[in-house]
Antibody, heavy 120, light 107 residues
Framework: QVQLVESGGGLVKPGGSLRLSCAASGFTFSDYYMSWIRQAPGKGLEWVSYISSGGTTISYADSVMGRFTISRDNAKNSLYLQMNSLRAEDTAVYYC?????????????WGKGTTVTVSS | DIQMTQSPSSLSASVGDRVTITCRASQSMSSYLSWYQQKPGKAPKLLIYAASSLQSGVPSRFSGSGSGTDFTLTISSLQPEDFATYYCQQSYSTPWTFGQGTKVEIK
């Protein structure tokens, strides 16, 4: 069945780095844009970044621009988020999602999330 | 950035009630609007895309309407499994933005 599974979360000190992964199965990964969305504890959803199906078009939220890098490996059906210079405010559950980019754009498949905690 | 404002932030309703949640955008965005449902400890689930298109597998009691700046999610007859938090989200321009959420609780 269609599935996204995130991994790589954990506890990291401020200023540290972490790399999240998202493994896709059950659909043609290379046809989909992919996105990362996060949710701080007790808060709402915040879009982080997206990457086009071929990896050539990328966009970031201002809050992570210059610190986070999104990438993908279509041969491995995998999406990544390299997070550097982490701050306490980056603490959140991070979800990957598949994005339908036809005339309208929407996130129709989501992973269960991986938790990132930035604390000393 | 396009700001998305949902109202109300929370509501209490009974099973069988008709529930309406509104989402207002800070600028016109055609129909680039999606609605998601999130239950505690779970990932969001897509309900509506393109403002009024029902995602496959979503019960027909959910419906969406609107275009431009004003949008509505309606649950025609609230069911026990519908108690959750609902978010609108715009994909008209980056950064994509979500509303703050509307928590639907049991009265």
């Amino acid at each position: 069945q269609v599935q996204l599974v995130e991994s790589g979360g954990g506890l990291v000190k401020p200023g540290g780095s972490l790399r999240l992964s998202c493994a896709a199965s059950g659909f043609t990964f290379s046809d989909y844009y992919m996105s990362w969305i996060r949710q701080a504890p007790g808060k709402g959803l915040e879009w982080v970044s997206y990457i086009s199906s071929g990896g050539t078009t990328i966009s970031y939220a201002d809050s992570v621009m210059g610190r986070f890098t999104i990438s993908r490996d279509n041969a491995k059906n995998s999406l990544y988020l390299q997070m550097n210079s982490l701050r306490a405010e980056d603490t959140a559950v991070y979800y990957c999602a598949g994005v339908v980019m036809k005339y309208y754009y929407y996130m129709d498949v989501w992973g269960k999330g991986t938790t990132v905690t930035v604390s000393s | 950035d396009i700001q998305m404002t949902q109202s109300p932030s929370s509501l209490s309703a009974s099973v069988g009630d008709r529930v309406t949640i509104t989402c207002r955008a800070s600028q016109s965005m055609s129909s680039y609007l999606s609605w998601y449902q999130q239950k505690p400890g779970k990932a969001p689930k897509l309900l509506i895309y393109a403002a009024s298109s029902l995602q496959s597998g979503v019960p027909s009691r959910f419906s969406g309407s609107g275009s431009g700046t004003d949008f509505t999610l309606t649950i025609s007859s609230l069911q026990p499994e519908d108690f959750a938090t609902y978010y609108c989200q715009q994909s008209y321009s980056t950064p994509w933005t979500f509303g703050q959420g509307t928590k639907v609780e049991i009265k």
